[in-house]
Each structure stands twice: as structure tokens, then as C-alpha cells.
């Protein structure tokens, strides 16, 4: 007796034929974390086809404006339901649920899209590199009209806030008593 074994021939799932280059590291759990942003690490969940946006070493509004744009750009694109988009179960997440689509491989058209929003926010944080560099050459070496050689400066007996003979309490300053 023999046994006759069906199986249907699946179509291949459409990807995205686009080169894109990204920083991303497979986890023992089987996620995948793109961590080229500046501000936040973002992880794909492939079984539970979810996206979590992390922040990288500090939680403020930068890091919330930064998730915010993320996932308003994924949610535009079609590649997560507007309705999940809330608070993450880490602190200073944010996370949102990639649609189904059995014709699509999701996974590349989430990190099509991932690419498309760390492109449109690499010009900002160069500027801020850039503005930042520019900082620390201004105050490491400053132009001729910023500074003072040594000696310079004549003296005074009494210069500054710091006055010799007060005594700062904590409620104000008091001149001390030299009986």
C-alpha cells in the first residue's frame, strides 16, 4: 500500500530588491537589533512580528521625538497598524505591531523602512556632530579677540563673586566676626 503526499506549491514572498547597508546584529532570541541611529537601538521581533524602538543610554524628549518620528514614518509606509502604537513593556520604549502579509516578507520590508527613516535623520545628527565639534574648538582654542595671555589681566585685592571674610549660610551671606 503506498501513501500519495500532497503539498501545495507556496508562492514566493515578494522582498524589497533595494541594496540597503544597516548595523544589525542577530540576537541568541532570534531579533534583530538595528542600532545605527544615534539615539535609539531598534529591535524587530520576526515570530511575533513586532518593532520596538529602545533608547541607547538616556530617556528624554529627544529620545521620545525620535521613537515618535520613527513610527510615524513605519505607520505611513504601510508596515505597522497605526492602532498598536504605544508604550513599550521596557522603560522609554515605544513599540508598535507590523501588519500580515503573506505576499510580502515582512521582516525586509521593515527594515526597508527602517533604512528610509535613519537616512532621513543622518543630515540632523552630522549638523549636531558638526555643531558640537565646532564647540569644543572654540572653547579648547580660541581666536586671539576671545582670550588673554597670562599676566594679562592687571590685579585686584578683591575680584570675583567669592569675597574674602563672608560666610555663606543657607539662607544668605553674613560677614564674619574677626574680634
Known sequence: M???VTIPHAKPKLGI???ITLNVR???GNQLVVSDHPDVDIVIYPESKKILALSKDKSNEEVYGTQDRLFKLLRA???VEPESI???FVYGSMEAQMFLNEDYDMIQVALHGINKFILEEKPYFEHIEE???AMDDYLTEPE???STELGEVPQEPVKGSIRPGWIRGPYG???QNRN
Open 2 to 4: 503506498t501513501i500519495k
Open 17 to 19: 530588491k533595494e541594496d
Open 26 to 28: 542577530k540576537t541568541l
Open 77 to 79: 509606509e504601510g508596515i
Open 86 to 88: 504605544r508604550g513599550g
Open 131 to 133: 555643531f558640537e565639534k
Open 144 to 146: 586671539g579677540s576671545d
Open 173 to 175: 551671606m553674613s560677614i
